[in-house]
Structure formats: C-alpha cells, structure tokens
C-alpha cells in the first residue's frame, strides 16, 4: 500500500542546535502538508507544498520538495524550546485520492 | 464556526459497548476526515466524506466501524462491541476542498476497558 516514511523517530537537542525531519514516499505524491503537534495537542497545519522542487521558509522552519515529489524535509533553524512537539509530513496521493498519507512523525525534544 | 469541532474529550467504555463520536466541521468545508492516532502517534486514516457522500472508506475496519455526514447535522463515527485496542485518540478534520490544509479538532480520547 502506499507509505510515507519519516525519520528519524526522535530527535534530542540543545537550544540554538539545528534540527531536520525527513519523508520519503514509496509513489508521487500531489502535494505534501506538514503539520505539528504538541503533546496532548491536535496536529496544527503548518504548509502545503505543491511544485516540484519547492522550497517555503517560514522564519526558521524551511520547507523542500524533491524533484520527483516523492520526498520532502522540514528544517528548523536555531531550535528554540517552543519547538517541543511532533512533526509529521502528510502527503496527499495523486490522482485526486484526497487522501493524507501521514508519515509517523518526529519527535522533538529541546533542552535549554 | 472557525474550528472543528469534536464531542466528547473523553469517552470510556467497557468491552463490547458501543461508542459514539461527533464532529462539526468547519462552516463550508465539503471535506471530512476521521483519523485514528494510536499510542504511538501514528495516525491510520479511517474515512473521508465529500459533503454527505463517502469518498474514501478503505481505512474502516467495516464490521464494527460506521461512520455518517448527514446535512445539518455534526458527522459522526461509531464503534460498536468495542475492543481493547480501539483505545485512540479520533481526530476528525476538514477541508475545503480536499487536497487543501486540514483542520483538525480537538480529539476525542476513546478508552475502552
């Protein structure tokens, strides 16, 4: 069936060290969506990427789509402690599925 | 309204009871979504609506599962005889237009004992 992968499972860092979560899917996809979920929380929507190749930055968080809109990465700049939470890549399937594949997240931990 | 919303936060049932989860979407979103995150955070896609008709139903587990978007009424997914391992969060989301962001609402923590 049709997977998104996410790595790596759980990150640890310091304040101020870089982070990146990574998504890879087994077809083309549509479009990818990121979302973010804090502990306890419900996944908040953070981008939608659409184009293949694309890159979306959002002050520190960077976005990329791959050339073959099979993999995407998300990159936080600078991690602060407001970053504590679960990153999960969604890719939508082409061929108007209108379904979102979710990758199993990445757990970031942010330690000041 | 501006969020999704989902009733109850919480609901407990004991093994083989029936449970019975709601969702509003958001005003003039024709897409509805019910997800299910297990323990370990992974979401398993149950069913998709467009509007009041089933879009995509391959994640439901048919024999026990039902889900219904009926007009002016909130969506709703139902379990019947429960299962220990139905213990989830059910998160309910919509969109506008189906391959646009998603909402999601609250959740509801089903605990079956």
């Known amino acids: 069936g049709q997977q998104v992968m996410q790595i790596p499972q759980y990150q640890h860092v310091q304040e101020g060290e870089d982070f990146t979560t990574y998504c890879n899917s087994s077809?083309?996809?549509?479009?990818i969506q990121w979302y973010k979920q804090r502990p306890g929380g419900h996944p908040v929507f953070l981008i939608q990427l659409v184009k293949s190749g694309e890159v979306k930055k959002q002050k520190r968080l960077t976005f990329q789509f791959g050339e073959a809109k099979k993999n995407s990465s998300l990159h936080i700049t600078a991690t602060q402690t407001t970053d504590v939470g679960t990153y999960f890549c969604?890719?939508?399937?082409?061929?108007?599925?209108?379904?979102?594949?979710f990758g199993a997240g990445t757990r970031l931990a942010v330690h000041p | 309204g501006e969020e999704v919303a989902q009733t109850p936060k919480h609901l407990v049932r004991g093994e083989g009871q029936k449970a019975k989860l709601y969702c509003a979407p958001i005003?003039?979103?024709?897409?509805v979504f019910w997800y299910q995150q297990v323990l370990k955070n992974e979401f398993k896609f149950l069913i998709s609506?467009?509007?009041?008709?089933?879009?995509?139903e391959t994640g439901m587990p048919k024999e026990r599962f039902s889900a219904k978007c009926l007009p002016n009424s909130p969506c709703s997914l139902e379990i019947q005889a429960t299962k220990l391992e139905d213990s989830a969060v059910y998160f309910c989301a919509s969109s506008q237009s189906g391959n646009t962001e998603a909402f999601f609402g609250q959740g509801t923590r089903l605990t079956v004992v």
């Open positions: 005003k003039g979103h024709s897409y």
């Open positions: 609506f467009q509007n009041e008709n089933v879009f995509d």
């Open positions: 077809t083309t996809l549509s479009n």
């Open positions: 969604a890719g939508l399937l082409s061929g108007g599925y209108n379904k979102l594949i």
